[in-house]
Nanobody, 128 residues
Framework: QVQLVESGGGSVQAGGSLRLSCTAS????????MGWFRQAPGKEREGVAAIYTGGGTTYYADSVKGRFTISQDNAKNMLYLQMNSLKPEDTAMYYC?????????????????????WGQGTQVTVSS
């Protein structure tokens, strides 16, 4: 049974940092495309960052480039999103997701309809 569990969200002031974590279980984590998505109230869910856990390039949305870093620890089946210089517009529910169908690569930009497994989300709130 595939499970993705996010943690690390919270409330911070603009300019602050948070580190999101995603614990994955139930699948071969080291050969999946993994992504972080976010959804603000009234907006579409958007891909923020993605990485192929078997090695390769990463993806960042233009809005987070230079501020967010996606990383992984395959030994622990963990995915991370380090978020620095947070802005009020980063406020959203953040989701970890896994795409089981792209073998050996990720399709960029990450499209939510291609991701099969989702966590429950963790809320990030940035105040000005």
């Amino acid at each position: 049974q595939v499970q993705l569990v996010e943690s690390g969200g919270g409330s911070v002031q603009a300019g602050g940092s948070l580190r999101l974590s995603c614990t994955a279980s139930g699948f071969t984590y080291s050969s999946y495309c993994m992504g972080w998505f976010r959804q603000a109230p009234g907006k579409e869910r958007e891909g923020v960052a993605a990485i192929y856990t078997g090695g390769g390039t990463t993806y960042y949305a233009d809005s987070v480039k230079g501020r967010f870093t996606i990383s992984q620890d395959n030994a622990k089946n963990m995915l991370y999103l380090q978020m620095n210089s947070l802005k009020p517009e980063d406020t959203a529910m953040y989701y970890c997701a896994a795409d089981k169908d792209r073998i050996g690569y990720c399709s960029y930009p990450p499209q939510k309809q291609l991701f099969d497994y989702w966590g429950q989300g963790t809320q990030v709130t940035v105040s000005s």
